[in-house]
C-alpha cells in the first residue's frame, strides 16, 4: 500500500493515521490526547511548548484527517522526490509551526480586543495579566491543514504551469492559479468567518512561512539543503536492478514470468524495458546533479516538466 510512497510521506501518512486512531483508543478510557497534544492559546493553563509541534499530528474527525492526508500523499510524493527527505521534512515540520504561530497572533489580537473592550484602556501588560487569569484552554487548534497548505503553496512555485484537476471544476487549471485560489478562499474565510472552529488563518500562515522559507532558498542557493537523497533514491532502484531483482517484484511483489511460448513477456521484452528504466533514471540523475549544483531555479521549463512527469512514470 505504502511501497511507492517517498520514506518521509509515508511516514507522516502513518503517523497521523495512527495519532487519530490513539485519539479513540484513550478516548474510550477516558483521556482526550487533544487536550495534551493541541494548540493551546499561549497565555492558557493548559498550553505547554512542545504542543507547537504535536497540534498538526491531531484531527478533529475523519474528513478532517482523509483530506489532509490525500493532499500529503498527492503533492508530498511529488515535492520529496524533488526536494529530497531531509529538505522536505524541514519543509513540512517548519511551516507547520509558523501556521500554529500565526494562529497563536491572531487569537492573541482577539483576546486583546475583548478585554480593551471590557476593560478600556488596559496597557498591555495589564491586559497580558487579565488574559493569564483567564480560562483560556477552550482555544485549541489541531491539524495538519498549515504544512499541507504550504505543501500546495511548494508544488504551485515549483511546477507552476502544470495543469490539476479541482472538483467540482470540469477542467484542469495551471497549479499557480489554483494555490491563487486557495489563497483567495481562505483569506475570505479568515476575514468574514471568524469563529466558525476553523484556523483559517492558521492555513494562511503555512503557506506564508512556506513562501519565506522557498524564497530564501532561492536567493541563496549555497545554504540550500542538497537533493542528493532523492537521487540516491533513484540510484537504489538502479542497483536493484543490477543485482538481478526486477523492479516490479519491488513495487508489487511478483516476479515478472520470461518466457517464450506467447503469452506472456519475452526475455527481449524485459531488456526492452531495463533499457528504458536505465535511461529514464539516467536522465533523472542528470537533472537532479543540475539542481544539487547550481538550484532548482536553473532547470529550464520544459527540464521542471520533465522531472515531474519522471516521478509519476516512476
Known amino acids: 500500500m505504502f511501497g511507492n510512497i517517498p520514506t518521509v510521506t509515508r511516514n507522516l501518512l502513518l503517523i497521523n493515521i495512527l495519532a487519530f486512531v490513539a485519539t479513540f483508543i484513550f478516548e474510550r478510557a477516558g483521556v482526550y490526547l487533544e487536550e495534551y497534544g493541541g494548540l493551546h492559546f499561549f497565555l492558557a493553563s493548559h498550553f505547554q511548548v512542545y504542543q ?51 494562529q497563536e497572533l491572531v487569537q492573541f489580537c482577539e483576546f486583546y480586543y475583548t478585554v480593551q473592550t471590557q476593560f478600556p484602556g488596559s496597557t498591555l501588560g495589564e491586559t497580558i495579566t487579565i488574559l493569564g487569569n483567564s480560562n483560556l484552554n477552550g482555544a ?9 497548505y504550504a505543501i500546495l503553496l511548494a508544488f504551485g512555485m515549483i511546477f507552476p504551469e502544470e495543469r490539476i484537476f479541482i472538483f467540482p471544476l470540469p477542467v484542469p487549471i495551471k497549479a499557480k492559479w489554483f494555490v491563487c485560489i486557495y489563497v483567495g478562499i481562505e483569506l475570505f474565510f479568515a476575514i468574514t468567518s471568524m469563529g466558525d472552529g ?17 524564497s530564501h532558498w532561492r536567493r541563496h542557493p549555497e545554504r540550500n539543503f542538497d537533493i542528493t537523497s532523492a537521487s540516491q ?35 527481449s521484452d524485459d531488456m526492452a524495458y531495463n533499457a528504458r528504466k536505465k535511461a529514464l533514471q539516467d536522465e533523472i540523475d542528470a537533472l537532479l546533479d543540475k539542481i544539487n549544483m547550481s538550484g532548482y531555479d536553473s532547470l529550464t521549463e520544459q527540464e521542471k516538466k520533465r522531472l515531474f512527469e519522471a516521478n509519476h512514470e516512476l
Not at 76 to 92: D, P
Not at 140 to 148: D, F, K, V
Not at 236 to 241: G, S, W
Open 233 to 267: 533514491w533513484l540510484k537504489k532502484l538502479d542497483k536493484t536492478k543490477k543485482t538481478g531483482s526486477n523492479l516490479d517484484t519491488e513495487r508489487y511483489g511478483e516476479t515478472t514470468t520470461t518466457t517464450t511460448t506467447g503469452y506472456g513477456p519475452t526475455r
Open 52 to 102: 507547537i509541534v504535536t497540534y498538526m499530528f491531531l484531527h478533529g474527525g475523519f474528513t478532517h484527517l482523509f483530506f489532509n492526508m490525500f493532499a500529503l500523499w498527492m503533492f508530498g510524493c511529488v515535492i520529496e522526490r524533488v526536494w529530497g527527505a531531509k529538505k522536505f521534512l524541514f519543509y513540512y515540520i517548519f511551516c507547520g509551526i509558523g501556521a500554529g504561530l500565526c
Open 198 to 214: 476553523v484556523a483559517h488563518v492558521a492555513h494562511l500562515g503555512g503557506m506564508l512561512f512556506g513562501f519565506l522559507l522557498i
Open 140 to 148: 485549541l487548534t489541531i491539524g495538519a491543514s498549515g504544512a499541507i
